[in-house]
């Protein structure tokens, strides 16, 4: 830790953010006061591991619609790292990194409820429940479905689970809605809006 810094809690918030819309802002803000975040990093995968076959467009376009959205929120940070490594976007390298490069800070890793459900599924889940405290942004008024084989990993993953509320939008919807020349603009910040109008997004078929 260099001189003057001080330990952060971070909330890490990954995705393909393709695009990044009003929803993901809602959950940063929920949980930045629930968890009493000192700030939120959003790294968007450059290919999620699960959806090897979905398109997505480039980091480059994805990175600037983050950052436009964000703009206006001083606690929020947009980090390149997965874009840079390429391939895969494995959530535990991005840990070990964010542990190396800042041993200081408390992290708490963000997931929707679908992520949570095939979290054993994952590269190395034991470890990253070492690394990081699991919270989990969920539309199921119910509550979380967690069935593992692994009952050791399922109580873990149980004990670290911290449930928030999840706004009703998806960047799927927001994608249908853009192909087929469709309103939009109330679905994402109004200067992702604008730069996804002038760089025509989501108008061709996936």
Same mark, same amino acid.
Not at 159 to 166: D, F
Not at 167 to 179: C, M
């Given at each position: 830790?260099? *001189?003057?810094?001080?330990? @952060? &809690?971070? /909330?890490?918030?990954?995705?393909?953010?393709n695009?990044?819309? %009003?929803?993901?802002l +809602?959950?940063?803000?929920?949980?930045?006061?629930?968890?009493?975040?000192d700030e939120?990093?959003?790294?968007?995968?450059?290919?999620?591991?699960?959806?090897?076959?979905?398109?997505?467009v480039?980091?480059?376009?994805?990175?600037?619609?983050?950052?436009?959205?964000?703009?206006?929120?001083?606690?929020?940070?947009? *980090?390149?790292?997965?874009? @840079? &490594?390429? /391939?895969?976007?494995?959530t535990?390298?991005?840990?070990?990194? %964010?542990?190396?490069? +800042?041993?200081?800070?408390e992290y708490?890793?963000?997931?929707?409820?679908?992520?949570?459900k095939?979290?054993h599924?994952?590269?190395s889940?034991?470890?990253?429940?070492?690394?990081c405290?699991?919270?989990?942004?969920?539309?199921e008024?119910e509550g979380?479905?967690?069935?593992?084989?692994?009952?050791?990993?399922?109580?873990?993953?149980?004990?670290?689970?911290?449930?928030?509320?999840?706004?009703?939008?998806?960047?799927?919807?927001?994608?249908?809605?853009?192909?087929?020349g469709e309103?939009?603009?109330?679905?994402?910040?109004a200067?992702?809006?604008?730069?996804?109008?002038?760089?025509k997004l989501?108008?061709?078929?996936?």
């Amino acid at each position: 830790m260099l *001189m003057g810094e001080r330990s @952060k &809690r971070v /909330g890490v918030l990954g995705g393909s953010f393709n695009p990044v819309h %009003l929803g993901h802002l +809602h959950i940063a803000k929920e949980l930045k006061s629930r968890c009493q975040l000192d700030e939120v990093w959003f790294i968007p995968a450059y290919q999620n591991p699960h959806k090897m076959n979905q398109s997505v467009v480039s980091g480059v376009h994805r990175l600037e619609m983050l950052k436009l959205a964000i703009q206006d929120y001083a606690s929020y940070k947009v *980090m390149d790292i997965e874009c @840079k &490594r390429k /391939g895969p976007s494995y959530t535990i390298d991005t840990l070990r990194l %964010l542990r190396e490069q +800042h041993p200081e800070n408390e992290y708490l890793l963000i997931l929707g409820s679908d992520a949570i459900k095939r979290f054993h599924e994952w590269n190395s889940p034991h470890e990253i429940l070492k690394l990081c405290t699991l919270v989990v942004a969920s539309r199921e008024k119910e509550g979380i479905s967690i069935n593992y084989d692994d009952n050791k990993l399922e109580r873990s993953v149980r004990e670290a689970i911290i449930s928030t509320p999840l706004l009703k939008v998806s960047s799927t919807e927001i994608r249908s809605l853009a192909e087929r020349g469709e309103s939009y603009q109330s679905l994402v910040p109004a200067p992702v809006f604008e730069y996804m109008q002038q760089n025509k997004l989501y108008t061709q078929p996936e």
